[in-house]
């Protein structure tokens, strides 16, 4: 029975991994291509959540539409932030950018609150219902679904920015900016690019979120553990969001059923300081050496 209980909790963990390495990748995406720290993808993440909500449910557009709208929305937005408030503050102190991306995060939280109120709302069920056994473990069918989808997207997500003309440079761009800019390539357009794909991923994120638990004025605490995420994993690294989105899943769902759900975040940062004492610069992050 121990070992059932187990591999129950084990599989749950793999399944909110697999929902933190996917929203850690729009967060990785945005810091390689342009170094800021975007406190908000919690709340992009929550955006994108309400504006399916209300297409959806509001305007009762059939599901696929609801959820091609709430990702072309976001992905919009993602490009006006960057276009209207990161873009002039290139070359400003870090600190000075990464206190934007808070005013940001309390500006989206006020915009949701004014629209729909902070009351916890539920989105149209659009998961199968069906309970999911592996093994003799049970999984809840919405975790279930919602890692596979995760997991298909992350892999998506990785060959367009492979082999897409876009994604070489917005990788181009991440390796050095000036032998980008000396190549030809358009480096505002990518930071663009590079906010407006977080955007969307982050709405994606935030629907399947939403789906398993309901949306709400408090969703961007999700980002708490997605900036978890990416610390332990490597700012910078794409493998590091998702062997850390994967591992902080899974450590938050074993501390939740042993220790009991307040010893969970405290967990996550028991490692967190643990990995930053060790490798200040992540798991997988790259080690940059100043010379002085």
Sequence with gaps: MDGLFFLEVTLAGLGSGGLYALAALAFVIVYKATRVVNIAIGEFLMMGAYVFYAFA?????????????????????????????????????????????VGLASILVGVVELIWTADQRRLPEFMPRAPVMVGEAFVAPKVFYGFWVALALVLLVLAVFRYWRGGVALRATASDQGAAYAMGINVPRVFSLSWAAAGAIAAVSGVIVGAIGGISSSMGVFGLSVLVVVIVGGLDSVAGALVGGLFIGLLEAWAGAYLGGEYKLLATFVVLVAVLMMRPYGLFGTREIERL
């Excluded at 091609?68 to 490009?79: E, R, T, Y």
């Design 57 to 101: 449910a509001g305007m009762a557009w059939p599901v696929w539409a609801a959820i091609a709208g709430a990702v072309l929305v976001s992905a919009v937005l993602g490009a006006v932030v960057e276009r209207l408030t990161i873009r002039p503050m290139l070359g400003e102190s870090p600190i000075s950018v990464f206190m934007i991306t």
